[in-house]
């Protein structure tokens, strides 16, 4: 599986067998966990065997069953851009995790946010979770914008590997699918902005990884 055919089958998962995170699958995702947090300076840790997080009314809220690992965003309160910071780095390794077979799911929200293992220095903070193992299902595609709502350029005027990206940006997850991004082409140069709102710092990290990921061009956050 390569990262485009990962963008298409990445889909939100909240039921998991009890299969743990063995072996190579477990070494290549640690690998690129510190890969990711020697680049971005966050704090990005693993936890694995580690029910309880989960086990929550919370999480029993957000249809959460059988979550026995989970990936913990941390960062400094110092960073600049910290949120869109852990949503770039976190896609990279969520779509590193689709391709080693595994399921994930971005939460904000329904967790244990007291239960999370994670260690949390002063001064730092947990942004977000994002639970994974093997799921049950694969989940199921979500229900998308249309592209004028979320682009400013019509799809005949798009160069192939603009287009490439926006696919791939409207395939990303968002928080409750509020899709509240907005991409553009300026001269040769791709831009997002994020629009007003809860988590949207968020998701304009993920949007942007799953754009440059697909179409191999940058993408400037403005
Ligand atoms: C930043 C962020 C926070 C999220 N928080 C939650 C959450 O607390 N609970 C939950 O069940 N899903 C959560 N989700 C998952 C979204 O609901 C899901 O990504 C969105 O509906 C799109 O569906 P898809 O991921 O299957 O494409 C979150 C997603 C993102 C990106």
Request: glycine fraction near 12%; include cysteine; proline fraction near 4%.
């Given at each position: 599986m390569d990262i485009k055919e990962a963008i298409r089958e990445r889909h939100s998962v909240r039921q998991y067998t009890p299969d743990h995170i063995m072996g190579d699958v477990r070494t290549s995702l640690e690998t690129l966990i510190q890969e990711c947090n020697r680049e971005s300076g966050l704090n990005i840790q693993l936890i694995t065997?580690?029910?309880?997080?989960?086990?929550t009314l919370l999480g029993h809220y957000g249809n959460?069953?059988?979550?026995?690992n989970y990936i913990a965003l941390v960062g400094s309160?110092?960073?600049?851009?910290l949120d869109e910071l852990a949503g770039y780095y976190g896609e990279k390794i969520v779509l590193e995790a689709q391709m080693l077979g595994l399921n994930t799911c971005w939460v904000a929200?329904?967790?244990g946010k007291g239960k999370c293992k994670a260690h949390v220095d002063?001064?730092?903070?947990?942004?977000c979770v994002i639970s994974i193992g093997y799921g049950a299902t694969n989940g199921t595609s979500h229900r998308s914008k249309e592209l004028s709502k979320l682009c400013g350029v019509s799809e005949k005027d798009m160069p192939s590997w603009f287009k490439e990206g926006v696919e791939a940006a409207l395939l990303a997850p968002t928080a409750m699918n509020q899709q509240k991004f907005f991409i553009d082409l300026k001269g040769e140069e791709a831009v997002i902005k994020a629009n007003f709102g809860p988590l949207t710092k968020l998701d304009l990290g993920i949007v942007r990884y799953n754009f440059e990921a697909a179409s191999g061009h940058k993408c400037k956050a403005n």
């Open positions: 065997d580690d029910p309880e997080c989960f086990d959460f069953t059988g979550v026995n309160k110092k960073l600049k851009d929200g329904t967790y002063s001064g730092e903070k947990i942004v």
